[in-house]
């Protein structure tokens, strides 16, 4: 409180208010191929639709990845994904067929200049992301003096009201002839179904000068216009022989300027993309996945591994999600230990692949027991993709439904979607030796449908963290509580500031007790977990209690047939 010098009347309030927040927890986080999108750069993606808007629909070569994230998809809204490229034989397609073809992965690699690296002499455009789809792009630019001479299909004159001319913006400063056209066709048919030349963007009246302003204050430059709506191509280079002199494309509009006229207009089919799908070495997915390790930038709870059963990339997921503490990966065996083997060694290779090629021991990880064939409605066939994604999918929808901290396992809200068949579906003998090797089983049950049927995590140690509920509990309760406590940096460690963490934190404690998350709960931070030795360190402690509830595994029904003459007080009943 601030000292008076003299007499008056000070008004201050005090928030009191404070609560622990809400924290995210059904947010996916997976890197997979894609034919599409930007590349080392998360995106969020919210629908099956937006997939495929942003990353492309599936393929021979990116199918398992699109699934992955699909599949998630259909039982949450919220994946922030990455797509991973071979970044040494991935290119975008450019304009000119005889130059060297570039990779520019994402928005920050073009503003940092990839499209120049090792020279120029690209053409005008080049597409947006690097992969094959870049190569069905065609795109046209035409100013007033092409306009009507320019032939392609469909014909540019159809396509926009008028010609292009003179812009407001150069009529008022008193510059002439800066207007074009541009349209961004689909040559191939490859992003229209199959429909050849339509037509994916058009940008209408766009200016030749730098300086150029639409009545809104934005610019109008057509540079700047397309590199920054256009979601098929970037603007690399002006038309040949439009970049020199006083009336140079890319120079501001001023009085008397007459900006340079095409003798022909642009119409660049792009080539020479290529996806390198394929070739994705382990290291490539690592380091997309590493994105994720910034656990301030990226607030992810479910780390499907889809495809990716490498050891080498496994250990990398585990490593960050320990690292994070506030997620869980999901893993699948590899497809050759289920598919197209005998049903006596599936069992065996599954529980080879998760103790000895893995070998993984965390509760920051869970281990299902394969893979489904399911329907590819983009293609016309059927695919074998990895469990995973859904059993991330099935915490994302269990958050909804009910709590984190409840089971995603079982009849009630284990349902796995979109399954023809199971590449191996465990019988009761399986499943025991799965369940002990702590694999959860997914099984199909006639009449009743395809089940995750198991809860545990991947620890070794037999504990409360060896079940999925008491982990994802454990990540609630500790990021929430953490993100609460942040508030308590630089206050001082006395009574009050402890008082008012413990007045903070109980209600939480107690909401989740009413929802069933735990059995009891205690809060010490007081003298004596706080002492002289603590405060002197500028430390401040507080150890949390919690009787985490444990979800039935087991049950057993006893039923007792007795003679009509017996009361059941003398059987015990």
């Known amino acids: 409180m601030a000292f008076q010098l003299s007499p008056g009347v000070l008004v201050q309030e005090k928030d009191l208010s404070a609560i622990v927040p809400a924290v995210a927890t059904s947010a996916g986080a997976f890197a ?22 942003y990353f492309g629909g599936p393929t021979d070569e990116t199918y398992t990845s699109f699934y992955t994230a699909a599949n998630f998809l259909s039982y949450g809204n919220n994946l922030q994904l990455v797509r991973v490229v071979n970044e040494g034989s991935a290119k975008n397609a450019i304009a000119n067929a005889s130059a060297t073809a570039i990779l520019i992965k994402n928005e920050d690699d073009f503003l940092n200049g990839a499209y120049s690296a090792g020279g120029s002499g690209r053409g005008e455009f080049a597409a947006r992301y690097p992969g094959n789809l870049g190569n069905s792009l065609k795109v ?32 008022s400063v008193g510059a002439t002839n800066d207007e074009v056209h541009v349209l961004v066709i689909d040559e191939d048919g490859l992003w229209s179904g199959g429909t050849r030349n339509s037509v994916l963007e058009k940008f209408a009246f766009l200016s030749k000068a730098s300086n150029a302003k639409n009545t809104n204050g934005s610019s109008n430059y057509y540079k700047d216009v397309i590199n920054t709506s256009s979601e098929y191509v970037w603007s690399i280079d002006h038309p040949t022989g439009m970049t020199s002199g006083a009336n140079a494309w890319g120079t501001a509009a001023t009085t008397g300027k007459t900006f340079t006229s095409l003798s022909t207009g642009v119409a660049a089919s792009l080539s020479l993309g290529v996806s390198a799908e394929t070739a994705v070495s382990n290291g490539n997915v690592i380091a997309a996945f590493d994105l994720f390790s910034n656990d301030e930038q990226y607030d992810v709870s479910l780390i499907p591994a889809g495809p990716w059963s490498n050891s080498s990339v496994v250990s990398s997921l585990v490593a960050l999600a320990e690292n994070r503490k506030d997620c869980m990966v999901f893993l699948s065996p ?58 991330a999918g099935l915490c994302a929808r269990t958050d909804f439904v009910a709590d984190p901290w409840f089971s995603p396992s079982g009849y009630n809200r284990g349902q796995i979607r979109n399954v023809v068949k199971l590449a191996y579906s465990p019988g009761k003998t399986d499943r025991d030796t ?49 993100t609460a406590a942040k508030f308590q940096l630089f206050e001082f460690n006395d009574q009050f500031t402890r008082a008012q963490f413990r007045n903070l934190v109980e209600p939480f404690l107690r909401d989740v007790q009413g929802r069933r998350g735990i059995t009891d709960f205690k809060v010490v931070c007081d003298e004596t977990n706080n002492t002289g030795d603590v405060i002197d360190r500028n430390e401040f402690r507080a150890d949390i209690f919690v009787k985490p509830a444990r979800s039935i595994n087991f049950i057993t029904l006893t039923f007792v047939a007795t003679r009509s003459s017996i009361s059941f007080e003398e059987v015990g009943a």
Do not use: C, H
């Open 434 to 482: 799965l369940y002990k090797a702590g694999i959860n089983p997914v099984v199909t049950f006639p009449g009743q449908g395809t089940i995750l049927f198991g809860d545990k995590t991947m620890q070794a140690k037999p504990s409360a963290f060896d079940r999925i509920n008491v982990r994802r509990l454990f990540i609630v309760l500790e990021k929430a509580v953490a």
């Open 140 to 171: 046209v630019l035409v100013d007033a003096n092409t306009f009507t001479t320019t032939a392609v299909t469909p014909n540019i004159t159809g396509q926009f009201d008028s010609a292009p001319s003179t812009s407001t913006y150069a009529t």
């Open 334 to 391: 590899e497809l050759s230990d289920v598919v197209g083997v005998t049903p006596a060694q599936q069992p065996i290779n599954v529980v080879d692949y998760r103790n000895n090629q893995i070998s993984v021991n965390s509760s920051y990880a869970e281990i299902d027991s394969g893979w489904k064939y399911q329907y590819d409605r983009y293609n016309d066939k059927y695919r074998w993709v990895p469990l995973n994604g859904d059993v």
């Open 32 to 53: 997979g191929a894609f034919q599409w999108g930007p590349v080392g750069q998360v995106t969020t993606v919210d629908s099956e639709n937006n997939l495929v808007k």
